[in-house]
């Protein structure tokens, strides 16, 4: 709308008028809340192993800054929803805390891995968003940042100065669910709300503790064909496959359970038709793949 258009608007006098200006500067102010489709993000978050360590420490913390700087470059965030593989729950929640807490869900580690903070804002006004996008989400306050969110956002977005808030996995739920769920999240992305869902393609942890605590950091084999399956599908764009991935050969073998593997089928639900999909890191551990891609 041009200047002179919004002027006349202003001068409307009748009640006739007054009701289209009002509805005229409905429009106008919701465009201004509005802004260019955010991307989409898919990655995994590391282990605990990774959380003392600085920005660049190894090409997988490197690859997490790098996605954070060029997004934020493009970009003005509102704010971040992450879909974290570390909250499960049945039904599904969303984080209206307006300071969530860093929350230490591993064990067992030096005291250092339990000291680390990501002080981020929640966006309370923001996670509201999605129960009125989807009514069947429940709004709660007792849950926080979990390793999920805040070890991958503390190297991606390290001033912690974007507002977070998280969105929990219905852990009794189909993966078809969980995509057509978060297909109603799309709208969020024109209100400049940045999506990640965090997780892992493959993540056994029975058969990587095999492996990790002798030392041995090879992959088995059937880990790297599972995760470069997941690459061609993105590829050849065949989302449904994915979705569907305990049908195919070494899928239940790749997640065993559907935690960490849900998250990937979030940040595809929110996909448009055309949509370029980036991959933004690659790499494989024991049964465990830190596979990221960016859509859009």
């Known amino acids: 709308m041009q200047r002179k258009d919004f002027i006349k608007l202003l001068g409307l006098t009748n009640v006739t008028a007054q009701t289209m200006k009002l509805q005229a500067l409905s429009t106008i102010t919701s465009s201004f809340a509005a802004s260019d489709k955010m991307p989409v993000l898919f990655t ?13 420490a190894n090409p997988f913390l ?3 800054a790098q996605v954070g700087e060029k997004v934020r470059k493009e970009h003005e965030i509102k704010a971040i929803l992450v879909v974290s593989a570390h909250w499960c729950t049945k039904g599904t929640l969303v984080n209206v805390s307006t300071a969530p807490e860093t929350i230490y869900d591993y064990y067992g580690f030096p005291p250092e891995y339990y000291t680390q903070k990501y002080p981020a804002p929640g966006s309370p006004e923001t996670a509201k968003e999605v129960t009125k996008l989807i009514p069947k989400v429940q709004q709660t306050k007792e849950w926080g940042l979990d390793h999920g969110a805040w070890p991958m956002l ?3 977005f390290p001033k912690a100065d ?3 808030f998280e969105m929990s996995i219905d852990y009794y739920k189909p993966a078809q669910y969980h995509f057509d769920l978060a297909k109603q999240l799309r709208p969020l992305r024109e209100k400049g709300i940045l999506i990640i869902g965090s997780g ?18 090879n992959p088995y084999g059937w880990d790297i ?3 470069q399956w997941i690459k061609q599908q993105l590829d050849k764009r065949d989302i449904q496959s994915i979705v569907h991935y305990e049908k195919q050969k070494l899928g239940m073998m790749a997640a065993p359970t559907p935690d960490h593997y849900v998250p990937l089928i979030y940040s595809l639900a929110l996909m448009d038709e055309n949509e370029i999909i980036e991959h933004t890191f690659e790499e494989m551990l024991p049964a465990f793949s830190n596979r990221g891609f960016r859509i859009g």
């Open 44 to 56: 995994s978050h590391g282990n605990p192993m990774d959380i003392p360590l600085g920005l660049h």
């Open 62 to 64: 490197t690859s997490l």
């Open 154 to 156: 503390k190297h991606m």
């Open 162 to 164: 974007v507002p977070v």
């Open 200 to 217: 892992a393609v493959v993540h056994n942890l029975q058969e990587a503790g095999k492996r990790f605590f002798n030392g041995n950091m």
């Open 225 to 227: 064909e599972f995760d």
